[in-house]
Structures are given as structure tokens and as C-alpha cells.
């Protein structure tokens, strides 16, 4: 009878593997949609790179955390309970949004989902380890890293999708109906699973130094899949300029090699000895790794993201069942495992965020994670080549294999500059900022450049109504009430605003606040801000010069700065490079540019519709800044309804403008022409050009319309357009 009980119950386990796997894949389905676009999420919120570093080192501090102790939870009470409460606790996830809709909440929710995934991805993997053994269980291993991965690959391009209107309600929504799904399969299938077997395996328990290997090697593996998660997606904006979707197709290449390959591997290697078969995998993933800091072309990343997809789908069955067979508390071991990666997770996005901004580089933290992925596996192959009979080679092989891997470091700190031209970048203002320097390399530019972002920075916080703390932020908070004490940079900004707003006749209106400052504040409907005609009216704003005091009389009003501080913020980083004696640079940020010194210089104009530029325009001693209905918008849902909601909005129609769809304009300073950019596409061609022949004679602007014509003042550069056009 018991052996009968006994067999019954191996047959329910085999039978509940698959749909267990597939609860795992619905739950990961739902994080994958989720940690995707928020990076994208960041940059169109004009968040920093540390934010989005700091974000992303959350989600991977609830995984480390929780991953110790759902594994021991489910050692004693099995794993029903955890992975119940976890699947059902992210569904409601969304709620929160819903009652506060801003940046720091969805970072709230990434924490949380942080806390579920950890457990899913632990109880789950201590769920079949506890249930297998031998070649069955790197096969097995090797399915689940593939129902996992094809989710990391189909989660991007789910989201890539339900982004492209730059709505993150779709998202939401979407990741509290994969993790309700994984809640009601894992109702049906958990019972049946224990973590813990009931003999004790001839590996005995856990001891630390039997563990080290393995978890200095998923530390380092976890640093390198931390950065790319939180960092990749902005590598690939940087580079090559990709709308949501095509970024989500690139991102998942990596993915996609992994799910194919698994299966496959996972059974062709199953007999070979794990240790070496992990160290290999994580080798050649490190190398993709470093070679990714150089790519800047779609068949460089395409080559790097199979590559790392190989060497994911190699290491990946025989690390987990490595650690399944530690000991036979399967929840434990697995728990501890995960820690381990969930602090390389953590590591990594703070790493690549503290290294953006200290070598100006994108590229440079990859290369340097891969170094650190590279030595960290060499403990675990030396492990491999003991237990092969190679002990005194085996170390030789890996003293040579950590000293090579050492000297690549000062070459990946070179800056990766053209002769005589030094670049630097880091992410400011929701974008990233090029700094282009004629000149060469030395560290007097260097130090330049570092104080030049650092500037930036500060002056976001201070312009950014996002900020609380920043002048923009307490006005609104006061307003109504009392009169706001600000900095010199911001009422001197403010004041300019007040001048463009005036002679726009109110076209542009810093005052806009009142219905821009509400999230995805152009996906609602018209009637929401019925009442706020009242409250924008740049005439009713209150300042005092004497104590640079600013004051809004009206409850409600808010100041929105966004028309023109990008280009306050840019001209304070030109005027900053040429008081430290730079006599020639280009400031770039998002496509707003600034250029100063003699040197002639190439900018190119977006196109509205499609990938890449619709042509050039060469300008010397300028600023060249552009507006969109391309940058933050949601496409129309009824056939009636043509017209693209966008994030530009007319303060006398209270809704998105339809004038046109792009406008670029020249300069002598860039907070003129990122205020003129913004005004002239309210305004259209007609009016435009009127005003700026009336107001701004030194400028010039560009119209792109509905129909994809160009309309242009006389004074606008010449335009090259491609030949395609």
C-alpha cells in the first residue's frame, strides 16, 4: 500500500510539472512586461541614471532578500502558501498605481514585484529539485530556464507594444492578469510538490566552503543580466535612436537564443560535469558582455545577444541543479543560491550607474561587469578541473586566466574617442548627454566634463516640477497660499518664460502647469480639465525681484517649465565649458543641441514617422532644438478620431496641438530655441513664421506637417534631405 501511495504520488508530481512550469511562465510573463519598460518609463519621466540604477537595485534587493526565506518557508510548510500569496499579492499591484499615478509609485511596485518574483523563482526551482534527480534534473532545470527565458523574451516584446502609446496603464494591467493567472495554476498544482526530501543525500548538508564556488560564479553571472536589464534598453536608445518596439526586439535577442538552445543543451551536456559546463556558459556570457560595451551598429548587437543567449543556455540547467544537489533542504539551498544572484542583480545597475557617471561612458560599466562575471566563474571551473583529476594545471590555467582577465581593465577605461575629439556621456533630464569636445583627451577636459553634467544635474532638480524639493516644485506646492523664495537660476528662468508667454500672446504659457504636471495628462479625455481654463493665465503669476519671489494666486496653478529649461539647462552647460577655457564643443541632449567655437557642425532632423533622420543642416555658433507629437503619445482608437494625443498641448484648445507633427528651430542660445519650438508648433507655419520675423528676427524654424510636407522660414538653414525623401 505504500509503495502504491507512493507511486501515485510520483505520477501526480510528473503530471503537475507542467503546468507548475507554466504557472512560472505566466508570473514571469507578468514581471518581464513590468522591468522592460520601465527603463523606458524613466527616460520619458526624465528621471537620472542612478534613478533608474537605484530602482532596478531595489527589485534585485526584494529577490535577495525574500530569496532565504521563502526557500526555508517552503522546507517547513511547503510551497502552496508562498507562491499563492505571491502571485496574489502582484495582482493587486496595480491598485496602487491607480491611487497615486506618478514614477515613485511604479518604483513602489517594482520593489513589491521584487519580493514575488524572488519567491516564485525560488520555491519553484526547490519545488522540482526536491522532486528529480540525476540527468532528469539538469533536463528538467534546463526546461524551466527556458519556460523562464521565453518569457523574458516575450514579456519586452509584450511591452515593447502595450508602451507604444507611452501609456503604462496597458502595462499594469497586463502584469496583474499574468501573475492572477499563475495564482489560479498554482492552486491547482502546489500541493503535490515537496521542497525537501525525505532521505539525506550522500552530498550531506550545506557548508560554506562547498557553497563558495557556486555562488561567487551566480553573483558575478547575476551582476552582468542586472546591468543589461536595467541599462541595455538605454544602451540601445543611445545608440541607435529605436522606437519601444524595435528596442524590445533587440533586447529579447538575447532571450530568444536561450529558449531555442535550452531544451537542447540542456540534454546534450546533461552527463558532462556541471562544473565546467556552468564556468564555460558564464565564460562565453562574459565575453558577449564586453564585447556589447563597443557595439553601436543592429548586427553588432544582434551578434552579442545570441552569443549571450548561448552562454546563458549553457550554464544555466547545470548551475541549478549544482545547487539542488547541495543539500537536502532543496528550498534552503536554492534560497541561498538565489541570494547570491539577487545580489549580483543588485550590484550590477548600481555599478553600471556609479560608472556612467564617473567615465562619461555607456559602454565602459559593461565591460567592466564582464571582467568581474569572467574571474568570478574561474573559482567553479577550478572545482571542475579538480574533480577531473587537474588539480595543479587547474590552478595554473586559473592564475593565467585571472591575470589576463585583470589587464583588460585599464584598457576598458580608455575612452573610446575619435582622434583629437573627446565625448562624454551620462543620463540627465530623461535622456542621454553627449558632450563632443575637439581637442583631444586630457584630464583638465575630463574634469570639465564631469562639472559640466554635474551642473545639468543640479539644474534639473531645481526646474523640474517633479522635484518637491527644487524651486518649480515648491512654488506649486504653495500655490494659493503664499510666495515661494527661489534660486537665481530658476527666476531668472521663470522671468524668461513670462517674456516668450507674452509675446506668444499665451500660444506658450508656463502656467500649462495645471493640467501638464498630471500623469499621462494627454491620454485623458478633454472634459477632465474643464475646470483649469481658469488656471492658466501666465498674467496672473506673481514675481518679485528683489527677493526672487514667485508666487501663483490661485490654488490649482502650476508651473511647467518643460518648453524651454532643457535648453536653460544645455546653455548652462556651454556657458560652463567656456568659462573653463573649452574654445570649441557640442552639447547634445534628446536631440536638443548646443554648438560653439568656429567649427561647422552636421545635425540632423529627425523624422516624425519612421527610423532615422529626414535630412541635415549644417550650423555654427547655434542652438538646434526640436518638438514632436513623436515623444510622449497615444495613438487615436476610433476611426472618427484622427488626431495623435500627444503631450504638446495648446492652452487655449486645452488639448493636444495639430498644426503640425514636428518642428525644429535655430538660435543664438538654446533656451530660445527649445521655447520657440514649442511655441511655433502650437502656432503652425502661418503664425509662426509671423511671429518669429516680429519677435525673434535672429531665428529661424522648421515645420513638419500632417503630410509629411516642410514648410520653412527664409532664414532657415538649408536642408539635405535623403535621397529616400
Not at 550531506?204 to 552582468?224: E, K, N, Y
Not at 557640442?586 to 519612421?610: C, K, Q, S, Y
Request: aromatic share 8%; with cysteine.
Amino acid at each position: 500500500m505504500q509503495i502504491h501511495n507512493s507511486k501515485l504520488s510520483q505520477n501526480l508530481i510528473r503530471f503537475n510539472i507542467p503546468l507548475l512550469m507554466g504557472a512560472v511562465f505566466a508570473a514571469s510573463m507578468g514581471t518581464g512586461v513590468f522591468t522592460f519598460t520601465l527603463p523606458l518609463m524613466n527616460l520619458d519621466e526624465k528621471a537620472g541614471g542612478m534613478w533608474l540604477g537605484s530602482g532596478f537595485a531595489g527589485y534585485f534587493l526584494a529577490k535577495l532578500l525574500i530569496a532565504p526565506l521563502s526557500g526555508n518557508y517552503a522546507d517547513t510548510h511547503g510551497s502552496s502558501k508562498p507562491l499563492l500569496i505571491s502571485c496574489g499579492l502582484a495582482f493587486l499591484l496595480p491598485l496602487l498605481y491607480l491611487l497615486h499615478p506618478a514614477i515613485e509609485t511604479l518604483y513602489a511596485i517594482q520593489f513589491i514585484l521584487g519580493i514575488c518574483a524572488g519567491t516564485v523563482r525560488t520555491v519553484s526551482m526547490a519545488a522540482i529539485g526536491a522532486s528529480l534527480g540525476g540527468d532528469k534534473l539538469s533536463s528538467r532545470f534546463a526546461i524551466l530556464s527556458a519556460v523562464m527565458n521565453s518569457s523574458f523574451l516575450l514579456g519586452p516584446l509584450l511591452g515593447g507594444l502595450l508602451y507604444i502609446d507611452k501609456d503604462y496603464l496597458p502595462v499594469l494591467g497586463a502584469m496583474s492578469a499574468f501573475m492572477g493567472l499563475a495564482f489560479i495554476i498554482f492552486s491547482l498544482c502546489t500541493k503535490h510538490f515537496p521542497t525537501h526530501t525525505v532521505e539525506q543525500d550522500s552530498a550531506g548538508d550545506i557548508t560554506p566552503r562547498r557553497f563558495l564556488s557556486i555562488m561567487t560564479a551566480l553573483f558575478g553571472r547575476g551582476m552582468g543580466i542586472g546591468s543589461m536589464i536595467a541599462f541595455y534598453p538605454v544602451l540601445l536608445k543611445s545608440a541607435l535612436q529605436l522606437s519601444p518596439g524595435s528596442t524590445a526586439l533587440l533586447f529579447s535577442i538575447p532571450s530568444l537564443t536561450t529558449v531555442l538552445l535550452l531544451p537542447i543543451l540542456g540534454k546534450l551536456l546533461a552527463g558532462f560535469e556541471r562544473r565546467l559546463t556552468t564556468s564555460a556558459g558564464m565564460l562565453i556570457s562574459a565575453l558577449a558582455l564586453y564585447i556589447l560595451g563597443g557595439c553601436s551598429t543592429i548586427p553588432g548587437f544582434m551578434f552579442t545577444g545570441i552569443l549571450s543567449g548561448i552562454g546563458a543556455a549553457i550554464s544555466m540547467p547545470a548551475s541549478m541543479a549544482i545547487c539542488s544537489e547541495l543539500g537536502c533542504a532543496k528550498g534552503r539551498a536554492l534560497g541561498l543560491a538565489n541570494m547570491a544572484a539577487n545580489i549580483g542583480f543588485m550590484a550590477g545597475p548600481l555599478f553600471c550607474g556609479m560608472m556612467v557617471s564617473a567615465s562619461g561612458q555607456i559602454s565602459t560599466p559593461f565591460r567592466l561587469t564582464s571582467i568581474i562575471g569572467a574571474v568570478s566563474s574561474l573559482f567553479i571551473l577550478y572545482e571542475g578541473l579538480n574533480r577531473k583529476g587537474f588539480k595543479k594545471s587547474g590552478l595554473a590555467v586559473i592564475i593565467i586566466s585571472a591575470l589576463s582577465l585583470l589587464t583588460l581593465v585599464p584598457y576598458s577605461l580608455k575612452q573610446n574617442h575619435l582622434p583629437q575629439i573627446y565625448r562624454y556621456s551620462d543620463v540627465a533630464m530623461g535622456t542621454v548627454v553627449n558632450l563632443t569636445i575637439p581637442g583631444g583627451d586630457n584630464s583638465a577636459t575630463r574634469k570639465t566634463a564631469k562639472e559640466t553634467v554635474a551642473i545639468m544635474h543640479h539644474l534639473q532638480k531645481d526646474l523640474d516640477h517633479r522635484n518637491k524639493r527644487g524651486s518649480v516644485g515648491r512654488i506649486n506646492h504653495e500655490s494659493g497660499r503664499k510666495s515661494v523664495r527661489v534660486s537665481d537660476k530658476a527666476f531668472a528662468t521663470i522671468k524668461r518664460g513670462l517674456e516668450i508667454s507674452e509675446k506668444s500672446g499665451g500660444s506658450f504659457d508656463i502656467t500649462i502647469g495645471a493640467i501638464t504636471t498630471t500623469p499621462f495628462y494627454y491620454a485623458l479625455d478633454k472634459s477632465r480639465f474643464a475646470g483649469h481654463k481658469d488656471l492658466i493665465n501666465y498674467r496672473l503669476l506673481e514675481i518679485d525681484p528683489s527677493e526672487n519671489r514667485i508666487y501663483l494666486p490661485k490654488k490649482g496653478m502650476a508651473l511647467d517649465l518643460g518648453g524651454l529649461a532643457k535648453g536653460t539647462i544645455i546653455d548652462a552647460a556651454a556657458n560652463h565649458l567656456k568659462s573653463s577655457g573649452i574654445k570649441t564643443a557640442m552639447v547634445e541632449a534628446g536631440g536638443d543641441f548646443m554648438v560653439f567655437g568656429e567649427r561647422e557642425w552636421t545635425i540632423g532632423i529627425r523624422n516624425p514617422r519612421g527610423e532615422g533622420i529626414i535630412g541635415h543642416i549644417k550650423v555654427k555658433n547655434s542652438a538646434v532644438c526640436g518638438s514632436g507629437d513623436y515623444y510622449q503619445f497615444i495613438t487615436p482608437v476610433s476611426k472618427d478620431d484622427k488626431a495623435r494625443k500627444h503631450h504638446i498641448f495648446d492652452p487655449a484648445l486645452l488639448q493636444s496641438s495639430a498644426e503640425s507633427i514636428a518642428t525644429t528651430t535655430v538660435a543664438p542660445d538654446a533656451e530660445t530655441a527649445d521655447a520657440l519650438a514649442t511655441t511655433v508648433f502650437i502656432m503652425g507655419p502661418k503664425k509662426g513664421t509671423e511671429f518669429i520675423k516680429k519677435h525673434f528676427p535672429d531665428c529661424s524654424a522648421m515645420w513638419i506637417l500632417p503630410d509629411m510636407s516642410i514648410v520653412t522660414t527664409k532664414n532657415f538653414p538649408s536642408i539635405v534631405l535623403n535621397k529616400r525623401q
